[in-house]
């Protein structure tokens, strides 16, 4: 099998390639960064956005859309432009990287494409508003495209609540605002890029060949439970 990542140098993404490239799959890696370790093929690339995604040939069987955001603010001093950004890079980049590669995944015959969205789309939290306005808007996007492409490509999404990646490292700076956020987890605990791709791993997989236009949460019961 070859699967595609955007977003590829993300934590997440490489924890992912690892666990289909042990079970012999072909991973190739796309970034806007020039870092391709733990990867079959590597492209480089200015934006998520239509025109600058590289030509690739032949079947690919499934799809990952990492690039994310995690900008706080109170609504009043969000701007337009963040609003916008949050936008540009969660949803309009997935559906670019989709149509780009929509040639390619037709040729697989049972392809998957899943994205990346947040325990904040659908659990109203303050200081989220941009972000889980774009992440909403994924996973509409989500269902949609996976009832628009059924039954030959899947399409779901994942939601992670707070996970320890990199992108998150400015709210997790210091043990105790780790401990801190932890204990808001009813499983008091942050996720782990490896959870998260785990569950990517499957969702790709013929495991999974009965799921389509869901949303998983991977958010330690956040999402779900209030105790």
Not at 52 to 73: R, W
Not at 130 to 149: N, P, Q, V, Y
Not at 155 to 170: Q, W
Not at 208 to 216: E, Y
């Amino acid at each position: 099998m070859t699967y595609l990542f955007a977003g590829a140098s993300s934590l997440i993404a490489t924890e992912t390639a690892q666990i289909l490239r042990k079970e012999g799959n072909r991973v190739i890696g796309i970034s806007r960064k020039e870092n391709g370790q733990g990867y079959d093929t590597w492209h480089t690339v200015a934006q998520y956005e239509a025109g600058m995604f590289p030509a690739i040939e032949g079947p690919i069987d499934g799809l990952v859309y990492f690039p994310g955001t995690i900008q706080l603010k109170a609504f009043a001093r969000t701007t337009p432009q963040d609003f916008l950004h949050d936008f540009q890079v969660n949803v309009l980049g997935a559906a670019a990287f989709t149509q780009a590669y929509l040639s390619n995944l037709k040729k697989s015959g049972a392809g998957s494409v899943v994205f990346i969205s947040s325990v904040a789309a659908q659990s109203g939290m303050p200081f989220h508003t941009s972000i889980a306005m774009a992440k909403a808007a994924l996973e509409g996007f989500t269902r949609s495209l996976a009832a628009e492409l059924a039954p030959g490509i899947r399409v779901n999404a994942v939601a992670p609540s707070l996970t320890g990646t990199p992108l998150s490292e400015h709210l997790t700076a210091t043990p105790e605002k780790t401990a801190l956020l932890a204990q808001r987890n009813p499983m008091k605990k942050i996720g782990s890029a490896q959870e998260i791709a785990e569950v990517i791993a499957f969702l790709l997989s013929a495991k999974s060949s009965w799921i389509t236009g869901q949303v998983i949460s991977v958010d330690g019961g956040m999402g779900a439970l209030k105790l």
